[in-house]
């Protein structure tokens, strides 16, 4: 196969993902969530607002999960760490000018001080070793000659999203993807066929939470509207039985 030689390029130069399961960032709630998974909800959340690549949003989990292995960090920062990371990825990978992104309150007032985004931007970088480029699941495809279309990408960002999809190496990762999504007829192994239906599982219990999550508010939203005509009907009857009567 023509693109085998960058693969194995790829291979030689990806870095292990510094994710130790048990760093409290990573420890799941009672809902299965964890507090590193919700901090990039929130970066991908926030790059909505730019057309930036999807390398950058890559980039920027790569520097969030090497800065929460590496420093103890309060709830307090860390929006700070995450819009950080993701301007800093920003300014590497994309082509046309990025200013630092800053963060605003509903009065429009800055969250933080100019002197902490350019201390916090200090500290990833030299936690990333001064390094900033690192090889993403996207430029594994992308060597596979695989087009990087919105289902591709949606699937990318999920696993961004869900750590225990993450954790597993961006060549493994980028393999599974092509056999969840049949692009390529290939022989896989049982490890990425296993991946691949974990992939798979892990969208569909995310798609009957969000039914669930629907269903309930169509149920609060019935209860509600009962509520409210029960109330407008017994306020017409008390209006009806105070009208006063009227002479022939």
Known sequence: MPYISQIRDLIIREKSKPINKLNEFYLSDSQGICRRDILVQWIVAQSSQFRHSLKTIELAVIYIDTY???????????????????????????????????LYDSDGQNLYQNGEYDEMEEQIIKVMGFQLNYITSSDYLMAMNIEINEN??????????????????????????VAYS??????????ILQLS??????????????IDKEQKQDSESKIRNKQ???????????NHQKAPKQSV
Request: charged residues 20%; aromatic residues 8%.
């Open 68 to 102: 929460l292995n590496c420093f103890n960090i309060t709830q307090q920062y860390l929006q700070l760490l995450g819009i950080s990371a993701y301007s800093l990825a920003s300014k590497f990978n994309e082509t046309e000018m990025v200013s630092q992104i800053k």
């Open 152 to 177: 591709i990408q949606s699937l990318l960002l999920f696993i961004l999203l869900d750590v225990d999809i993450y954790k597993h190496s961006h060549i493994e990762l980028a393999l599974a993807i």
């Open 182 to 191: 049949q692009e390529k007829k290939i022989q896989f192994t049982n490890k």
């Open 197 to 210: 239906q974990f992939i798979h599982n892990k969208i569909l219990q995310a798609q009957e939470i969000e």
């Open 228 to 238: 409210i005509n029960k109330k407008i009907t017994k306020n017409k009857g008390m």
